[in-house]
């Protein structure tokens, strides 16, 4: 009885949060699962670009199947944020909305070769076919071209 | 000297961060510029999400031109976080590489078509041309597929 009562030291160590956030890692912790103490680094980041009690408020509210992808997507923005302060992850957005636009226009002019080929008219394609005005607005300002998603 | 002095009622409205927090919104305020007193949602949304005190650090430690950029991109995180609290802005992330993907795998494809046009082999094209294994791998977990960005 008296070794059972003081194994606190053959206790498993606390997730990367609670040592971070010199709590005791008491059971059914909300972070334990996604914040194991090898990846201190993990939780650093989520906590300097959310806060511990934002992200702990945001798990309590998903269901807990769900809380992996959660934890999963908050790290990634954070490590976004982290590495470009101004533009986060939205700065990929942006790229990829513009790797869209530009395949698009590509593939239209594409096919309108084709077509030609089709036809029997297999000019050249000529170098104002397809969009003209790139306009590449900002995905993530919602101004002209249609976010949708 | 005494209407001077008692002209605080004729002094600006306070920033809505100000306003939300219940503090003097006093010059220099380094929220006031970017969340003004009639768009009280905005500061509300990316205080939720990123908190007041992070936010205030994260804009401080960017040049003022730039701050703006900044305020969109973390409004945008956070109204897509409230939106979908499991996936947030990577959702965004995901589709647009999803969309990446099939863009080049169709335009690849169409390429071949014009190929085979151009040799006169113009067979009709292969279903199974492309990419045979799209394993679209969340472009987040940067497993399998090069983020690259």
Redesign the interface.
């Known amino acids: 009885m008296a070794a059972s009562s003081s194994s606190s030291s053959f206790s498993k160590p606390p997730c990367a949060a609670c040592k971070f956030l010199r709590r005791r890692c008491l059971s059914g912790c909300i972070f334990a699962p996604y914040f194991p103490p090898e990846e201190p680094t993990k939780f650093v980041n989520v906590h ?4 511990a ?2 992200v702990s408020k ?1 798990l309590n ?2 269901p807990a199947h ?1 809380r992996e ?2 934890v ?3 790290t ?2 954070a490590e976004a ?1 982290l590495k470009d ?9 942006t ?3 513009r ?2 636009f530009t ?2 226009r ?2 239209d002019a ?2 309108a ?2 077509m030609r ?2 036809s029997g008219t ?1 000019a050249p394609r000529g170098s104002g076919s397809g969009y003209d005005d790139p306009n590449s607005t900002d ?3 919602g101004k002209g071209q249609d ?1 949708g ?1």
Do not use: H
Not at 48 to 51: D, V, W
Not at 85 to 90: D, E, K, L, M
């Open positions: 300097k670009i959310f806060g009690s934002n945001l509210e998903i769900q992808d959660a999963n997507s908050l990634y923005e944020r302060p101004v533009y986060g992850c939205v700065g990929a957005i790229i990829l909305q790797q869209v395949l698009q590509e593939l594409t096919n070769d084709i080929f089709a297999g995905y993530w300002t976010g998603i």
